[in-house]
Nanobody, 119 residues
Framework: QVQLVESGGGLVQPGGSLRLSCAASGNIFSIYEMGWFRQAPGKQRELVAVSTRGTDTNYADFVKGRFTISRDHAKNSVYLQMNNLKPEDTAVYYC?????????????WGQGTQVTVSS
């Protein structure tokens, strides 16, 4: 079974930075996408950033210019560098993995890591 483990969350002041990491293990046959979602209390889970099976990246408008997603293909890992953090960035951040095999997409989620931005 595929497992995703996130780390790097914590408490930071507004304007601070955090780097989230996600490592995938198990039967990683072919990565279609790896990305990050977040969910604040009482709100819907939303896309933060995604890295495709190639080198393309896609960001939500509210993080453009502040967050950077990157991949280490050899380690089946994805990272999210978060700079100039704002209180509204406070949420649980989830790693998302999509695998591709024989025309089918298989999706997996990590357990989440808490990010709190507060003075």
């Amino acid at each position: 079974q595929v497992q995703l483990v996130e780390s790097g969350g914590g408490l930071v002041q507004p304007g601070g930075s955090l780097r989230l990491s996600c490592a995938a293990s198990g039967n990683i046959f072919s990565i279609y996408e790896m990305g990050w979602f977040r969910q604040a209390p009482g709100k819907q889970r939303e896309l933060v950033a995604v890295s495709t099976r190639g080198t393309d990246t896609n960001y939500a408008d509210f993080v453009k210019g502040r967050f950077t997603i990157s991949r280490d293909h050899a380690k089946n890992s994805v990272y999210l560098q978060m700079n100039n953090l704002k209180p509204e960035d406070t949420a649980v951040y989830y790693c998302n993995l999509k695998l591709f095999l024989a025309g089918t997409i298989y999706e997996y989620w990590g357990q989440g890591t808490q990010v709190t931005v507060s003075s």
